[in-house]
């Protein structure tokens, strides 16, 4: 399932800002990567660690400049100012953190404490990005005709066994005895069929699709079970706690909707679109 040129005009603002974050999360990643080595000491890592500390600065800006720039528009909703506010905390308790260690003669200890805030600064903002490229995707303008079996088989497409953030769901699902077209931005389509599946995934389970037409929309039932099965295996995101609200109030933005109670299935619902 190819991504036509009219689904990727996304808004610059956001693209900017989103390439920041992730090039100083993958800054965090190689200084956590660092502290973990035990062959690596104190002097290689007070090299590193200033360029980290000096990141942080902007990355806080650049997550304020996701709630400017969808300010006042469609995009503009609570989650999104809740999701810029999470960033810009955890980016303070790593500048304090980073701030310590400098100042620190990088003992057992200090390394330990900045080893431990790390850990807990990272999972919040793995999970943060995967709500901004959500954000990105939702700005884009344009929707093509896909095949609805596409949106769930091409989630596979992103999986990468050397992600640090990859996160695997068997799927299993019946393909309809006649195609089902829906009118989408199929990168947005694929993400917002990844939330669904992370919301119901429960470990070592696979996530059963029904796909339903109701009215003009195509129904995705999601629900987990305790059964192997052969399915399609795909990529989903990492959660935080913000992931549903924020994947909820964003999916209506493109014409979707999604149900994803905190207990039971998650229903997916995409607008149908035209098969020629």
């Given amino acids: 399932m190819p991504s036509p040129t009219s689904s990727r005009s996304v808004d610059p603002r956001l693209a900017s800002a989103s390439g ?6 993958g800054g965090i990643h190689n200084l956590s990567n660092l502290l973990g080595s035990m062959r690596v000491g104190p002097k290689a890592l007070s090299r590193v660690i200033p360029d980290v500390h000096a990141s942080c ?3 806080a800006l650049a997550a304020g400049e996701l709630v400017r720039a969808t300010s006042g528009g469609p995009l503009a909703t609570s989650a999104v100012s809740e999701l810029g506010r999470i960033v810009a905390e955890r980016m303070g ?4 953190a980073l701030h310590r260690a400098e100042t620190s003669t990088m003992r057992a200890s200090d390394r ?6 790390l850990a807990r600064v990272i999972r919040d903002l793995d999970g943060a990005l995967e709500l901004v490229d959500l954000l990105v995707e939702a700005s884009a303008t344009g929707s093509v005709p896909v095949d609805v079996t596409d949106v769930i088989r091409e989630n596979s497409m992103r ?8 996160r695997r769901a068997n799927v299993v699902f019946v393909v309809p005895a006649e195609p089902i077209v829906v009118m989408v931005n199929p990168r947005l389509a694929m993400r917002l069929f990844g939330f669904a599946a992370a919301l119901v995934n429960g470990r070592d389970a696979s996530v059963g699709v029904e796909i339903a037409v109701v009215d003009d929309s195509c129904r995705l039932t999601l629900s987990s079970f305790e059964k192997k099965a052969k399915g399609t295996v795909i990529a989903t995101p990492l959660l935080i706690e913000l992931s549903a609200r924020y994947v909820v109030e964003l999916a209506k933005t493109s014409g979707a909707t999604l149900d994803a109670p905190s207990a039971g299935p998650a229903v997916l619902t995409l607008p149908i679109g035209a098969s020629d």
């Fill in 20 to 25: 920041l974050m992730r090039d100083t999360v």
């Fill in 57 to 59: 600065a902007p990355m």
């Fill in 93 to 96: 308790e790593l500048e304090t």
């Fill in 112 to 117: 330990l404490s900045l080893e431990t805030t």
């Fill in 159 to 166: 999986l990468d066994p050397n992600a640090s953030r990859a």
